[in-house]
Nanobody, 124 residues
């Protein structure tokens, strides 16, 4: 079992930055690939970024490439999402997720554990 708790969301102006954190706990967390997803009102949950358990490989949605950076600290069991050059369309609830399989999936169906989410609001 893996528990995930997100933090760092808030209100920011367009062009600004936020850093989301995900605190992970559980016996298998260090072997999980980790991902960030987001869900805007009236829309389906979408993949934002993912990182393999070793941290050496990452994957991003086209909409955030060059603006967002995912990283992880396997000693402290933390996962981060640095979000720069934020746009109003980035407004959503952001979720941290853990995948016990070794792949770097962009499908929410592949992830086994989810946090409760943190709200990010970008004003224009």
């Amino acid at each position: 079992q893996v528990q995930l708790v997100e933090s760092g969301g808030g209100l920011v102006q367009a062009g600004g930055s936020l850093r989301l954190s995900c605190a992970a706990s559980g016996p298998t967390v260090s072997s999980c690939a980790m991902g960030w997803f987001r869900q805007a009102p009236g829309k389906e949950r979408e993949f934002v970024a993912g990182i393999r358990r070793g941290g050496g490989r990452t994957r991003y949605a086209d909409s955030v490439k060059g603006r967002f950076i995912i990283s992880r600290d396997n000693v402290k069991n933390l996962v981060f999402l640095q979000m720069n050059s934020l746009k109003p369309e980035d407004t959503a609830v952001y979720y941290c997720a853990a995948d016990e399989t070794p792949g770097l999936d962009d499908s929410s169906d592949q992830y086994d554990y989810w946090g409760q989410g943190t709200q990010v609001t970008v004003s224009s």
